[in-house]
């Protein structure tokens, strides 16, 4: 009797510390931690790409502008529309770009109390110019060949020298603009004659 008395006793005894120790095991149990998730490393754009970099290559085009003569022999006022074609080629050598180019220009110059009228210049081209990116300014020479009608029915030679601009628009597409000086000694027998045309250009390179 006394042996079942001391079993109830700690069987009444170890019930409360078995549910305490239960809650204890319980209550210590954390919920688990879930890490964030790491940030995606950042995407770096691509160098901008240099277009016009190198202007190595052949050109062909057209280009309009004005003309205006100066000559003892004519009017002060003698000028007019020029157009016409062009064709060179380029050799870019990082920072100094050398060249080549053909043109010929018919123009809507005359005098009429002379009755002169310059029919076409045509022009063999040196070009210096300087590697800016997809712009290239540069300086241009070379002899030039004029054609006259009317009282003075002549073709004779003289000499040429300028400026020029050229802009990149796309990998085939160039515009410009050029100034140019021209000089004609005693053209055809008659008296010197100075020449002044500025021109926009479109060129398509290839």
């Known amino acids: 009797m006394k042996t079942t ?3 109830i006793r700690t069987s009444m005894l170890a ?3 078995a549910m305490a120790a239960g809650m204890a095991s319980a209550g210590g149990m ?3 931690v879930i890490a964030p998730a790491p940030a995606p490393a950042p995407v770096m754009a691509p160098p901008p790409v240099r277009m016009g970099s190198d202007w190595t290559g052949f050109y062909a085009g057209g280009q309009v502008g004005y003309g205006q003569l100066d000559s003892d022999a004519l009017d002060d006022d003698t000028n007019g529309l020029t157009y016409g074609v062009h064709a060179g080629y380029l050799y870019d050598l990082g920072t ?4 080549a180019e053909l043109d ?3 123009t809507q110059i005359e005098d009429d109390a002379a009755d002169i009228a310059l029919d076409s210049v045509a022009r063999a081209k040196l070009r210096v110019g300087y590697d800016a990116g997809v712009w290239m300014p540069y300086l241009t020479a070379g002899v030039a060949r004029a054609t006259t009608s009317g009282a003075l029915d002549e073709t004779d030679d003289g000499s040429f020298g300028g400026i020029g601009l050229d802009y990149q628009l796309s990998n085939n597409i160039r515009v410009g603009g050029e100034v140019l000086q021209h000089q004609f000694e005693d053209f055809g027998g008659a008296s010197d004659i100075d020449a002044t045309t500025a021109s926009a250009r479109v060129s398509f390179s290839f």
């Open 30 to 32: 954390a919920e688990p």
């Open 104 to 106: 010929v220009d018919g």
């Open 96 to 99: 100094i770009v050398l060249g």
């Open 15 to 17: 019930a409360p510390l």
């Open 5 to 7: 008395s001391t079993l």
